[in-house]
């Protein structure tokens, strides 16, 4: 549920838009992150060599999230890409990159996995 600058979790906290991970209850928001420049995708192109682009799914305040196929592992993945604007600041891939690095030390049934993180 998104109200304005602001989305709402699940367990009800409310969150910036582009949260990766709710700090109340440790959902992860954002899918199996990834993290290629939103510059690369089409859909039906495969990227990094491995993930195939199926389709968009969602968009946020600082990027979009993409259905996607791990062709050599044969499963299903989440792409989530940072917009044009961000993946040119620095700042914002670094800060992409950390989400990850920090969603990537979660084991919880209810946690995504994060196979893989480019910045």
Request: with cysteine; charged share 15%; glycine share 16%.
């Given at each position: 549920m998104e109200n304005n600058n602001?989305?709402?979790c699940q367990c009800g906290a409310v969150l910036e838009v582009g949260?990766?991970?709710c700090l109340v209850?440790?959902?992860v928001l954002s899918g199996e992150a990834?993290?290629?420049s939103a510059?690369?995708?089409a859909v039906g192109k495969t990227i990094?060599?491995?993930y195939e682009v199926v389709k968009l799914?969602?968009?946020g305040g600082m990027g979009e999230v993409y259905l996607g196929r791990d062709v050599k592992l044969d499963r299903t993945v989440a792409i989530?890409?940072?917009s044009k604007e961000f993946s040119k600041d620095k700042e914002h891939k670094a800060r992409f990159v950390r989400e990850a690095r920090t969603a990537s030390g979660l084991n919880h049934p209810n946690i995504i996995t994060v196979y893989d993180c480019g910045g």
């Open positions: 602001k989305i709402v949260a990766v991970l209850c440790g959902t990834i993290g290629v510059n690369d995708f990094v060599g491995q799914i969602g968009r989530k890409t940072l």
